[in-house]
């Protein structure tokens, strides 16, 4: 007997919790299970071939919305090749309704609902020991063809099962988390991916679009395991754990406990991520998080919006102001690494008030800000609010909006697009000093976005690929097309300090081994050997800039002010946050040119 657990990750550096959580708690019959990870990026016949040279009599594939659609196509094709394995599916995509799943994929033989732990061992003891009828085990669906057959009454092919009626065991009953054993045995081969850890499960609140709100009792594990746990990771210099806790801060005693041990067990090596609730943060939680090693922890947070109805009828409760209060206080240490979220499509959000939280929240200038779309998940109180709010939504994963009463098609395809360029010209990080100088010359942020994306359009530019000095070459022709033409005396005045601006943001991030079309010459310096002396640096981590505007203070006035320096970019002494070079600036330089 071989049971062979399968994890389709989104992303290569990923780790699928789950099928690990199961083998550990499945433990004594570790024997005969075997666990493999893919990535939806693989080819479907790679993973077909690859599982099909396992030959494991149960394969067991942990399903969401990311990972369902390639999986079922690869179980169509498995069952051809291994017409006797029993191929079981778990996971939120398909516990919400394992009925109709089954159903519809001839393939399957069963489904565990929910919380998947102890529903797999007594699994795995069923398959081993036949201790058990399957209908005894809470949490399954399943059909017929799913129980054990002598050797000899075994089928041959699907076909010859017809169809197998259908049975649901009652729901299993919530496990204490301090139960389940630690995951990850290997710790040593997650070197280069992201581990992720939880220690609760459920959530406080009721979000309508979240599945985490079907089971509002929150279930902490023991923090005296969670420190043991996370000590394992820190002596193994992990590079980063991310904690998947619904509001990992719903309860402030676990989680100042536990930011506390993280700060004083720090490896310098080891981030940390959390995702919160940022309104729920007082004086003593922000005081400890900005005495944390910088770029040791980073913080999640979901806005999703700020609009007042909207923040009603999805059953959220936020207090924005406080958010914002709390998200300053945080960005004064400079230690702390934010993401900030806006969902898109949510009721009652057309595309201004969609905007309005785009400002609201832009204005708060997190490190990430991340811009979703509503997905309308099976078994959310959403799915069923979906005709009161006229929500339309894909029909398959991952199951977006469409359209609402408030958002029309149209204009959803120009947040898409809004998105696209947040992504590339904020989320990048790579142009900090050009994307708030070209800031002065809208109305608000979402416009400034809403016109580049229509420029991009109008261009025919998002059909194509583009290198990243390319990108600083059209984000030139953008400002020369969309401002310019508004400031004709000024013109060339201000064609220059962009240009800078924009050379600046380049050498930020790297020493450019040749220089882009619009950057000037270089220029030789008299007294460069005194610059190189003074630094105390490696002259190969180090690269020296003219400027003839002072661009620093251009940015933040949105002007084109004259003042001839140079500055220093240090590559050996980058930012922890946003790993920009550190940068000294050198003014009245102009005599020492050559």
């Given at each position: 007997m071989k049971v062979?657990l399968v994890a389709?990750?989104?992303k290569?550096?990923?780790?699928?919790l789950?099928?690990?959580?199961?083998r550990?708690?499945?433990?004594k019959?570790?024997?005969y299970?075997?666990?493999?990870?893919?990535?939806?990026n693989?080819?479907?016949?790679?993973i077909l071939?690859e599982i099909?040279?396992?030959?494991?009599d149960?394969i067991a594939?942990?399903?969401?919305i990311?990972n369902?659609?390639i999986?079922?196509?690869v179980v169509v094709?498995?069952k051809?090749?291994l017409?006797k394995a029993?191929?079981w599916?778990?996971?939120?995509?398909v516990s919400?309704?394992a009925?109709?799943?089954?159903?519809?994929?001839?393939?399957l033989?069963g489904?565990?609902?929910g919380?998947g732990e102890?529903?797999?061992?007594?699994?795995m003891e069923?398959y081993?020991?036949?201790?058990?009828?399957?209908?005894?085990?809470?949490g399954?669906?399943?059909?017929n063809s799913?129980?054990?057959y002598?050797p000899?009454e075994?089928p041959s092919t699907?076909?010859?099962?017809g169809?197998?009626?259908?049975t649901?065991?009652?729901?299993r009953r919530p496990?204490?988390?301090?139960?389940i054993p630690?995951?990850y045995e290997?710790?040593e081969s997650?070197?280069?991916?992201?581990?992720?850890?939880?220690?609760?499960?459920?959530?406080?609140?009721?979000c309508s679009?979240?599945l985490s709100?079907?089971?509002?009792?929150?279930?902490?594990?023991?923090?005296g395991l969670v420190?043991k746990e996370l000590?394992?990771?820190?002596d193994h210099?992990v590079?980063?754990v991310k904690?998947?806790?619904?509001?990992?801060?719903?309860?402030?005693?676990?989680?100042?406990?536990i930011?506390?041990f993280?700060?004083?067990?720090?490896?310098g090596?080891?981030?940390f991520?959390?995702?919160?609730?940022?309104?729920?943060?007082?004086d003593?939680?922000?005081k400890?998080?900005a005495t944390?090693r910088?770029?040791?922890?980073?913080?999640?947070?979901?806005?999703?919006s700020t609009?007042?109805?909207?923040?009603?009828v999805i059953?959220?409760?936020?207090?924005f102001?406080?958010?914002s209060?709390?998200?300053r206080s945080?960005?004064?240490?400079h230690?702390?690494h934010q993401?900030?979220?806006l969902i898109a499509?949510l009721?009652l959000?057309?595309?201004?008030a969609f905007?309005?939280s785009?400002?609201?929240?832009?204005r708060?200038?997190?490190?990430?800000f991340?811009?979703?779309?509503?997905?309308?998940?099976?078994g959310a109180l959403?799915?069923?609010?979906t005709?009161?709010y006229?929500?339309?939504?894909q029909n398959t994963?991952p199951?977006?909006?469409l359209?609402?009463n408030?958002l029309?098609?149209s204009?959803?395809l120009?947040i898409k697009?809004?998105?696209e360029?947040v992504?590339m010209?904020?989320?990048?990080?790579?142009?900090?000093y050009?994307?708030?100088f070209?800031?002065?010359f809208?109305?608000?942020?979402?416009?400034l976005y809403?016109?580049?994306s229509?420029?991009y359009?109008?261009?025919?530019l998002?059909?194509?690929a583009?290198?990243r000095v390319?990108?600083?070459?059209i984000?030139l022709?953008f400002?020369?097309e969309?401002i310019?033409?508004?400031?004709?005396?000024?013109?060339?005045?201000?064609?220059?300090?962009?240009?800078e601006?924009?050379?600046?943001?380049?050498?930020l991030?790297e020493?450019m081994?040749?220089r882009?079309a619009f950057a000037?010459?270089?220029?030789k310096?008299k007294?460069?050997?005194e610059?190189y002396?003074?630094l105390?640096t490696d002259?190969n981590?180090?690269?020296?800039?003219h400027?003839?505007?002072?661009i620093i203070?251009s940015?933040?006035a949105g002007q084109?002010i004259k003042?001839?320096n140079?500055?220093?970019?240090?590559?050996?002494k980058?930012?922890?946050?946003?790993?920009a070079?550190k940068?000294?600036?050198?003014s009245n330089?102009g005599?020492?040119a050559?």
């Open positions: 062979l389709v990750n989104a290569y550096i990923h780790t699928n789950a099928v690990y959580s199961l550990a708690y499945a433990k019959y570790s024997d299970i075997e666990l493999t990870e893919y990535t939806i693989q080819s479907e016949e790679n071939k099909y040279k396992k030959n494991a149960i594939f942990s399903c969401y990311w369902i659609d999986i079922t196509r094709e498995l051809k090749v017409p029993k191929i599916f778990g996971g939120p995509e919400y309704n009925e109709k799943c089954l159903k519809s994929h001839t393939n033989d489904i565990m609902i919380e102890q529903t797999f061992l007594e699994l069923y081993v020991n036949c201790t058990q009828e399957l209908n005894q085990i809470p399954l669906a399943f059909k799913a129980k054990l002598p000899a075994t699907q076909e010859e099962l169809d197998a009626d259908i649901i065991t009652p729901q496990l204490s988390l301090d139960i630690f995951p290997e710790v997650f070197h280069h991916k992201i581990i992720y850890y939880e220690s609760s499960r459920g959530c406080p609140f009721s679009y979240c709100s079907i089971d509002k009792r929150v279930r902490h594990r023991d923090t420190k000590k394992i990771f820190l210099k590079s980063q904690f998947v806790d619904r509001t990992f801060n719903c309860n402030k005693k676990h989680a100042m406990e930011w506390q993280v700060k004083e067990q720090d490896n090596i080891t981030n991520h959390f995702e919160i609730a940022a309104d729920l943060l007082d003593e939680e922000i400890l998080l944390l910088p770029g040791q922890v980073q913080l999640e947070i979901g806005v999703q609009n007042p109805d909207t923040i009603s059953h959220r409760k936020t207090d102001a406080k958010i209060n709390n998200v945080i960005q004064a240490g230690n702390i993401h900030l979220d499509g009721p959000e057309n595309y201004y905007s309005k785009f400002d609201d929240v832009y708060l200038k997190p490190d990430q991340q811009l979703g779309f509503l997905k309308v998940l099976k959403m799915e069923e609010e005709k009161v006229g929500i339309v939504h994963p199951y977006e909006v359209m609402t408030h029309p098609y204009e959803l120009r697009g809004v998105c360029m992504e010209y904020y989320n990048s990080g790579q142009y900090e050009s994307i708030p070209l800031e002065h809208f109305e608000t942020p979402m416009q809403q016109e580049l229509d420029y359009d109008r261009n025919k998002d059909l194509l583009h290198s390319r990108r600083y070459e984000l022709d400002y020369k969309m310019l033409n508004t400031k004709k005396q000024e013109e060339q005045d201000f064609v220059n300090v962009f240009k601006i924009l050379v600046l943001d380049l050498y991030r020493d081994k040749s882009p000037q010459k270089p220029v310096y007294n460069i050997h610059i002396d003074k105390e002259r981590d180090i690269h020296i800039e400027f003839t505007y002072d203070n940015c933040k084109a003042k001839d140079i500055i220093v970019f240090d590559y050996s980058r930012d922890p946050l946003n790993k070079a940068i000294m600036v050198i330089v005599e020492n050559t």
